[in-house]
Protein backbone atom coordinates (compact mmCIF):
# COMPACT_ATOMS: atom_id res chain seq x y z
CA UNK A 1 0.00 0.00 0.00
CA UNK A 2 1.30 3.63 -0.70
CA UNK A 3 1.62 5.26 2.33
CA UNK A 4 3.24 8.26 1.08
CA UNK A 5 2.80 11.74 2.99
CA UNK A 6 0.68 13.37 0.09
CA UNK A 7 -1.79 10.15 0.21
CA UNK A 8 -1.94 11.06 3.82
CA UNK A 9 -2.64 14.56 3.88
CA UNK A 10 -5.18 14.15 1.03
CA UNK A 11 -7.36 11.61 2.80
CA UNK A 12 -7.17 13.71 5.98
CA UNK A 13 -8.47 16.98 3.71
CA UNK A 14 -11.17 14.26 2.66
CA UNK A 15 -12.22 13.48 5.93
CA UNK A 16 -12.23 17.38 6.98
CA UNK A 17 -14.70 18.10 4.10
CA UNK A 18 -16.92 14.77 4.86
CA UNK A 19 -17.37 16.34 8.13
CA UNK A 20 -18.95 19.50 7.46
CA UNK A 21 -21.31 18.02 4.62
CA UNK A 22 -23.58 17.47 7.73
CA UNK A 23 -24.80 20.54 8.78
CA UNK A 24 -25.25 21.34 5.33
CA UNK A 25 -27.30 18.66 4.84
CA UNK A 26 -29.44 19.42 7.58
CA UNK A 27 -29.60 22.89 6.76
CA UNK A 28 -31.51 21.37 2.99
CA UNK A 29 -33.52 19.22 5.05
CA UNK A 30 -35.29 21.94 6.87
CA UNK A 31 -36.02 23.89 4.25
CA UNK A 32 -37.66 20.99 2.74
CA UNK A 33 -39.79 20.71 5.65
CA UNK A 34 -40.97 24.02 5.07
CA UNK A 35 -42.96 23.05 2.29
CA UNK A 36 -44.62 20.01 3.46
CA UNK A 37 -48.52 20.44 3.60
CA UNK A 38 -49.93 20.79 7.16
CA UNK A 39 -50.48 17.91 8.81
CA UNK A 40 -54.13 16.61 9.93
CA UNK A 41 -54.98 15.98 14.08
CA UNK A 42 -56.75 13.86 15.84
CA UNK A 43 -57.99 15.01 19.08
CA UNK A 44 -60.96 13.86 21.50
CA UNK A 45 -64.41 15.01 20.71
CA UNK A 46 -65.31 17.44 22.48
CA UNK A 47 -68.55 16.78 24.14
CA UNK A 48 -66.90 12.99 25.24
CA UNK A 49 -67.02 12.38 28.98
CA UNK A 50 -64.03 11.29 30.70
CA UNK A 51 -63.25 9.81 33.76
CA UNK A 52 -59.69 8.09 35.88
CA UNK A 53 -61.65 4.81 35.69
CA UNK A 54 -65.17 4.52 35.22
CA UNK A 55 -67.76 2.54 37.60
CA UNK A 56 -71.05 1.32 37.77
CA UNK A 57 -73.07 1.14 41.38
CA UNK A 58 -76.24 -1.30 41.06
CA UNK A 59 -78.81 -0.56 43.20
CA UNK A 60 -80.22 -4.17 43.86
CA UNK A 61 -82.73 -2.97 45.66
CA UNK A 62 -84.63 -1.31 43.13
CA UNK A 63 -84.97 -4.58 41.04
CA UNK A 64 -87.61 -6.49 42.13
CA UNK A 65 -88.47 -8.82 38.90
CA UNK A 66 -87.12 -9.54 35.39
CA UNK A 67 -89.57 -7.17 33.91
CA UNK A 68 -87.00 -4.77 35.42
CA UNK A 69 -84.21 -6.33 33.80
CA UNK A 70 -85.46 -6.92 30.49
CA UNK A 71 -85.43 -3.03 29.70
CA UNK A 72 -81.54 -2.44 30.37
CA UNK A 73 -80.71 -5.59 28.48
CA UNK A 74 -82.93 -4.52 25.40
CA UNK A 75 -81.71 -1.16 25.14
CA UNK A 76 -77.95 -3.14 25.46
CA UNK A 77 -78.95 -5.76 22.90
CA UNK A 78 -80.37 -3.34 20.25
CA UNK A 79 -78.06 -0.58 20.59
CA UNK A 80 -74.69 -3.07 20.36
CA UNK A 81 -75.95 -5.66 17.94
CA UNK A 82 -76.01 -8.06 20.00
CA UNK A 83 -77.63 -11.87 18.59
CA UNK A 84 -79.77 -13.85 20.23
CA UNK A 85 -79.04 -17.37 19.79
CA UNK A 86 -81.35 -20.10 21.14
CA UNK A 87 -78.66 -22.40 21.74
CA UNK A 88 -77.08 -21.64 24.83
CA UNK A 89 -73.98 -22.63 24.22
CA UNK A 90 -73.70 -20.14 21.51
CA UNK A 91 -75.56 -17.45 23.79
CA UNK A 92 -73.88 -13.75 23.33
CA UNK A 93 -74.26 -12.07 26.18
CA UNK A 94 -73.19 -8.34 27.33
CA UNK A 95 -75.74 -7.84 30.37
CA UNK A 96 -77.67 -10.23 31.81
CA UNK A 97 -79.09 -10.91 35.21
CA UNK A 98 -78.59 -13.91 37.18
CA UNK A 99 -79.02 -15.37 41.14
CA UNK A 100 -77.67 -14.10 44.10
CA UNK A 101 -75.64 -17.31 44.45
CA UNK A 102 -74.37 -17.41 40.76
CA UNK A 103 -73.06 -13.87 40.89
CA UNK A 104 -71.58 -13.76 44.56
CA UNK A 105 -70.72 -17.47 45.15
CA UNK A 106 -68.85 -17.28 48.49
CA UNK A 107 -71.32 -15.19 50.09
CA UNK A 108 -74.62 -16.88 49.95
CA UNK A 109 -75.41 -18.63 52.89
CA UNK A 110 -77.57 -21.99 53.11
CA UNK A 111 -80.74 -19.65 53.62
CA UNK A 112 -81.16 -16.08 52.63
CA UNK A 113 -83.09 -13.37 53.26
CA UNK A 114 -86.18 -13.35 50.86
CA UNK A 115 -85.43 -10.03 48.81
CA UNK A 116 -81.78 -11.27 48.08
CA UNK A 117 -83.56 -14.80 47.39
CA UNK A 118 -85.71 -13.40 44.64
CA UNK A 119 -83.99 -10.46 43.31
CA UNK A 120 -82.87 -10.62 40.26
CA UNK A 121 -79.05 -9.67 40.00
CA UNK A 122 -77.54 -8.05 36.91
CA UNK A 123 -74.46 -8.86 35.80
CA UNK A 124 -71.81 -7.53 33.03
CA UNK A 125 -68.47 -7.31 32.74
CA UNK A 126 -66.58 -5.55 35.84
CA UNK A 127 -64.16 -3.54 34.01
CA UNK A 128 -61.57 -4.59 36.40
CA UNK A 129 -58.41 -2.38 37.50
CA UNK A 130 -56.26 -5.51 37.49
CA UNK A 131 -58.04 -7.39 34.47
CA UNK A 132 -57.10 -11.23 34.63
CA UNK A 133 -58.18 -11.10 30.66
CA UNK A 134 -55.84 -8.61 29.74
CA UNK A 135 -53.01 -10.69 30.97
CA UNK A 136 -54.29 -13.83 28.76
CA UNK A 137 -55.29 -12.12 25.53
CA UNK A 138 -51.66 -13.15 23.76
CA UNK A 139 -52.75 -10.62 20.82
CA UNK A 140 -53.52 -7.44 22.63
CA UNK A 141 -56.92 -7.37 21.27
CA UNK A 142 -58.32 -7.03 24.56
CA UNK A 143 -56.79 -4.11 26.78
CA UNK A 144 -57.62 -1.57 29.68
CA UNK A 145 -57.60 1.85 28.12
CA UNK A 146 -55.42 3.94 29.61
CA UNK A 147 -57.28 6.84 29.52
CA UNK A 148 -60.66 6.00 31.49
CA UNK A 149 -59.77 2.44 32.64
CA UNK A 150 -62.58 0.43 30.24
CA UNK A 151 -61.14 -2.85 29.70
CA UNK A 152 -62.02 -2.81 25.46
CA UNK A 153 -61.91 -4.76 23.07
CA UNK A 154 -60.03 -4.38 19.64
CA UNK A 155 -62.36 -6.75 17.29
CA UNK A 156 -59.73 -6.58 14.60
CA UNK A 157 -57.28 -8.12 16.32
CA UNK A 158 -59.34 -10.66 18.17
CA UNK A 159 -58.00 -14.65 16.80
CA UNK A 160 -60.50 -16.22 18.55
CA UNK A 161 -58.21 -18.05 20.78
CA UNK A 162 -60.93 -17.48 23.69
CA UNK A 163 -57.64 -17.29 26.64
CA UNK A 164 -59.50 -14.49 28.03
CA UNK A 165 -62.97 -16.23 28.44
CA UNK A 166 -61.11 -18.74 30.72
CA UNK A 167 -59.16 -15.90 32.41
CA UNK A 168 -62.45 -14.23 33.43
CA UNK A 169 -63.73 -15.22 36.39
CA UNK A 170 -66.85 -13.61 35.70
CA UNK A 171 -68.30 -15.42 32.82
CA UNK A 172 -68.32 -12.15 30.91
CA UNK A 173 -67.36 -12.91 27.76
CA UNK A 174 -69.12 -14.72 25.17
CA UNK A 175 -67.79 -16.47 21.44
CA UNK A 176 -69.43 -16.01 18.36
CA UNK A 177 -69.14 -19.54 17.37
CA UNK A 178 -71.34 -19.31 14.39
CA UNK A 179 -71.93 -15.63 12.04
CA UNK A 180 -74.14 -13.34 14.60
CA UNK A 181 -75.38 -11.51 11.99
CA UNK A 182 -78.77 -13.41 10.74
CA UNK A 183 -79.66 -13.73 14.72
CA UNK A 184 -79.69 -10.07 15.16
CA UNK A 185 -83.49 -8.99 15.31
CA UNK A 186 -83.04 -5.23 14.36
CA UNK A 187 -79.70 -4.10 13.35
CA UNK A 188 -78.38 -0.55 14.69
CA UNK A 189 -76.55 0.43 11.53
CA UNK A 190 -74.66 3.29 13.45
CA UNK A 191 -72.67 0.34 15.57
CA UNK A 192 -70.50 -2.39 13.89
CA UNK A 193 -71.93 -6.56 14.42
CA UNK A 194 -68.96 -9.34 15.20
CA UNK A 195 -68.30 -12.05 12.84
CA UNK A 196 -67.64 -15.59 13.29
CA UNK A 197 -64.52 -16.37 15.72
CA UNK A 198 -64.30 -13.38 17.52
CA UNK A 199 -65.20 -13.02 21.78
CA UNK A 200 -67.19 -10.02 22.78
CA UNK A 201 -68.50 -8.22 25.62
CA UNK A 202 -69.60 -5.06 27.59
CA UNK A 203 -67.82 -1.76 26.47
CA UNK A 204 -69.21 0.16 29.12
CA UNK A 205 -71.00 2.02 26.15
CA UNK A 206 -67.08 3.34 24.97
CA UNK A 207 -68.74 4.51 21.91
CA UNK A 208 -71.67 6.47 23.80
CA UNK A 209 -69.34 8.15 26.47
CA UNK A 210 -66.98 9.47 23.36
CA UNK A 211 -70.29 11.15 22.53
CA UNK A 212 -71.15 12.59 25.60
CA UNK A 213 -73.73 9.89 26.48
CA UNK A 214 -74.45 8.03 29.56
CA UNK A 215 -74.53 3.93 28.96
CA UNK A 216 -77.19 2.84 27.64
CA UNK A 217 -78.20 0.67 30.98
CA UNK A 218 -77.96 3.13 32.89
CA UNK A 219 -79.66 5.98 30.87
CA UNK A 220 -83.34 3.36 30.96
CA UNK A 221 -82.61 2.49 34.38
CA UNK A 222 -84.30 5.65 35.84
CA UNK A 223 -81.42 5.56 38.59
CA UNK A 224 -81.45 2.15 39.43
CA UNK A 225 -78.04 2.23 37.85
CA UNK A 226 -75.22 4.90 38.62
CA UNK A 227 -72.56 5.76 36.55
CA UNK A 228 -69.41 7.65 37.52
CA UNK A 229 -65.60 8.53 38.00
CA UNK A 230 -64.33 6.13 40.82
CA UNK A 231 -61.49 7.89 41.44
CA UNK A 232 -63.23 11.69 41.97
CA UNK A 233 -64.73 11.94 45.21
CA UNK A 234 -67.57 14.41 44.03
CA UNK A 235 -69.12 11.66 41.80
CA UNK A 236 -72.66 9.99 42.25
CA UNK A 237 -70.85 6.77 42.77
CA UNK A 238 -68.58 7.90 44.93
CA UNK A 239 -71.21 9.19 47.42
CA UNK A 240 -73.59 5.86 46.89
CA UNK A 241 -70.46 4.02 47.89
CA UNK A 242 -70.17 6.25 50.77
CA UNK A 243 -73.49 6.10 52.05
CA UNK A 244 -74.25 2.77 51.66
CA UNK A 245 -72.68 -0.91 52.16
CA UNK A 246 -71.49 -2.27 48.78
CA UNK A 247 -70.39 -5.52 47.54
CA UNK A 248 -68.38 -6.66 44.65
CA UNK A 249 -68.23 -9.76 42.61
CA UNK A 250 -65.36 -12.09 43.93
CA UNK A 251 -63.41 -9.09 45.18
CA UNK A 252 -61.01 -11.97 47.20
CA UNK A 253 -59.67 -12.53 43.37
CA UNK A 254 -57.34 -9.46 43.57
CA UNK A 255 -59.11 -8.52 39.81
CA UNK A 256 -60.54 -5.33 41.51
CA UNK A 257 -64.17 -4.85 39.93
CA UNK A 258 -65.54 -1.26 38.66
CA UNK A 259 -68.91 -2.49 39.31
CA UNK A 260 -70.51 -2.11 42.98
CA UNK A 261 -73.74 -3.60 44.08
CA UNK A 262 -75.87 -2.54 47.09
CA UNK A 263 -77.46 -5.11 48.25
CA UNK B 1 -20.41 -28.17 -24.09
CA UNK B 2 -22.10 -31.07 -25.68
CA UNK B 3 -25.42 -30.55 -24.39
CA UNK B 4 -25.76 -26.65 -25.64
CA UNK B 5 -28.84 -27.09 -27.63
CA UNK B 6 -30.60 -28.99 -24.26
CA UNK B 7 -29.75 -26.17 -22.65
CA UNK B 8 -30.50 -23.24 -24.36
CA UNK B 9 -33.31 -25.46 -25.44
CA UNK B 10 -34.68 -25.77 -22.08
CA UNK B 11 -33.76 -22.24 -21.07
CA UNK B 12 -35.76 -20.59 -24.00
CA UNK B 13 -38.71 -22.77 -23.19
CA UNK B 14 -38.77 -21.60 -19.59
CA UNK B 15 -38.66 -18.04 -20.69
CA UNK B 16 -41.41 -18.68 -22.82
CA UNK B 17 -43.06 -20.10 -20.10
CA UNK B 18 -42.60 -17.54 -17.50
CA UNK B 19 -43.59 -14.55 -19.47
CA UNK B 20 -46.61 -16.55 -21.18
CA UNK B 21 -49.23 -13.66 -18.89
CA UNK B 22 -47.06 -10.54 -20.04
CA UNK B 23 -47.37 -11.34 -23.82
CA UNK B 24 -50.42 -13.23 -23.39
CA UNK B 25 -52.32 -10.52 -21.97
CA UNK B 26 -50.93 -8.38 -24.05
CA UNK B 27 -53.06 -4.83 -25.34
CA UNK B 28 -56.08 -6.78 -23.79
CA UNK B 29 -55.76 -4.92 -19.69
CA UNK B 30 -59.21 -4.12 -18.58
CA UNK B 31 -59.65 -0.65 -18.31
CA UNK B 32 -60.01 0.98 -14.85
CA UNK B 33 -63.32 1.10 -13.44
CA UNK B 34 -65.50 3.97 -13.74
CA UNK B 35 -66.26 5.20 -9.89
CA UNK B 36 -70.01 6.78 -9.69
CA UNK B 37 -70.15 9.52 -6.75
CA UNK B 38 -73.37 9.83 -4.89
CA UNK B 39 -75.03 13.13 -5.13
CA UNK B 40 -73.57 13.98 -1.34
CA UNK B 41 -70.43 13.36 -2.35
CA UNK B 42 -70.40 15.82 -5.79
CA UNK B 43 -72.02 17.92 -3.56
CA UNK B 44 -68.93 17.96 -0.68
CA UNK B 45 -66.66 18.52 -3.42
CA UNK B 46 -64.26 17.53 -1.05
CA UNK B 47 -62.98 14.24 0.89
CA UNK B 48 -61.74 14.01 4.56
CA UNK B 49 -58.39 14.65 2.35
CA UNK B 50 -57.15 15.37 -1.46
CA UNK B 51 -58.59 13.31 -4.42
CA UNK B 52 -55.14 12.32 -4.53
CA UNK B 53 -54.45 11.61 -1.21
CA UNK B 54 -57.54 9.45 -0.72
CA UNK B 55 -56.84 7.32 -4.11
CA UNK B 56 -53.51 6.28 -2.67
CA UNK B 57 -53.75 6.66 1.39
CA UNK B 58 -57.15 5.88 2.42
CA UNK B 59 -56.24 2.33 3.46
CA UNK B 60 -53.64 3.77 6.16
CA UNK B 61 -55.42 6.39 7.11
CA UNK B 62 -58.59 3.71 7.78
CA UNK B 63 -55.88 2.39 9.76
CA UNK B 64 -54.64 5.18 12.07
CA UNK B 65 -58.39 6.39 12.59
CA UNK B 66 -59.40 2.73 13.63
CA UNK B 67 -56.55 2.50 16.27
CA UNK B 68 -56.92 6.19 17.07
CA UNK B 69 -61.13 5.31 17.92
CA UNK B 70 -60.69 1.66 19.38
CA UNK B 71 -57.20 2.29 21.25
CA UNK B 72 -57.64 6.04 22.57
CA UNK B 73 -61.03 6.72 22.04
CA UNK B 74 -60.40 10.11 19.88
CA UNK B 75 -62.71 10.64 17.43
CA UNK B 76 -62.16 13.75 15.69
CA UNK B 77 -60.48 14.51 12.71
CA UNK B 78 -59.27 17.86 12.12
CA UNK B 79 -57.75 18.08 8.16
CA UNK B 80 -55.18 20.18 6.99
CA UNK B 81 -57.65 22.89 6.11
CA UNK B 82 -59.67 22.70 9.61
CA UNK B 83 -62.43 20.79 8.62
CA UNK B 84 -63.62 18.52 12.43
CA UNK B 85 -64.84 14.94 10.91
CA UNK B 86 -66.21 12.14 13.42
CA UNK B 87 -63.87 9.49 12.31
CA UNK B 88 -66.34 6.45 11.86
CA UNK B 89 -66.34 4.21 8.28
CA UNK B 90 -69.71 3.51 8.54
CA UNK B 91 -71.18 7.18 9.94
CA UNK B 92 -68.65 8.94 7.99
CA UNK B 93 -67.23 7.72 5.34
CA UNK B 94 -70.53 5.69 4.43
CA UNK B 95 -72.77 8.55 5.04
CA UNK B 96 -71.45 9.85 1.88
CA UNK B 97 -70.45 7.48 -0.50
CA UNK B 98 -73.73 5.57 0.11
CA UNK B 99 -72.71 3.20 -2.58
CA UNK B 100 -70.31 0.86 -1.78
CA UNK B 101 -71.21 -1.14 -5.04
CA UNK B 102 -70.50 1.25 -7.38
CA UNK B 103 -67.47 3.11 -5.12
CA UNK B 104 -65.83 0.65 -3.35
CA UNK B 105 -65.90 -2.53 -4.83
CA UNK B 106 -65.69 -1.33 -8.44
CA UNK B 107 -62.13 -0.89 -7.66
CA UNK B 108 -60.98 -3.25 -5.00
CA UNK B 109 -62.56 -5.74 -7.30
CA UNK B 110 -60.34 -4.40 -10.14
CA UNK B 111 -57.12 -4.42 -7.46
CA UNK B 112 -58.02 -8.04 -6.50
CA UNK B 113 -58.24 -6.64 -3.37
CA UNK B 114 -60.53 -8.28 -0.09
CA UNK B 115 -60.70 -6.31 2.98
CA UNK B 116 -62.51 -7.93 5.53
CA UNK B 117 -64.20 -4.13 6.45
CA UNK B 118 -67.74 -5.69 5.66
CA UNK B 119 -67.86 -8.60 7.98
CA UNK B 120 -68.46 -6.39 10.88
CA UNK B 121 -69.33 -3.14 9.31
CA UNK B 122 -72.53 -2.69 8.35
CA UNK B 123 -72.14 -1.56 4.79
CA UNK B 124 -74.94 0.82 3.69
CA UNK B 125 -76.30 2.32 6.82
CA UNK B 126 -79.04 4.32 4.99
CA UNK B 127 -80.31 0.86 3.07
CA UNK B 128 -80.97 -0.25 6.53
CA UNK B 129 -82.41 2.48 8.25
Known amino acids: MDSSRRHVLQLLGLSSLALTARPVLNAFAKEAEHTEEPKAVIKPNKKALTAKQWAMVIDTRKFESADDVEPLVEACDTIHNVPHLKNKRHEIKWIWETHYHNAFPGKAGQFLSEAVEHTPFIVMCNHCENPPCVRACPTKATFKRESDGIVLMDFHRCIGCRFCMAACPFGARSFNYRDPRPFIKETNPKFPTRMKGVVEKCNFCAERLAEGQLPACVEVSEGKLTFGDLYDPESEVRELIRTHYTIRRKQVLGTEPSVYYIV | ?129
Open chain 2, 1 to 129: MKDKKYIFGGVIIFILIATFPFWYNQGKAAPPPELELTAAAKAARVCVRSTEYMKAEHMQLLDLWRDSVVRRGDRTYVNPSGKEFNMSLTNTCLDCHSNKAQFCDRCHNYASVDPYCWDCHIDNPKENT
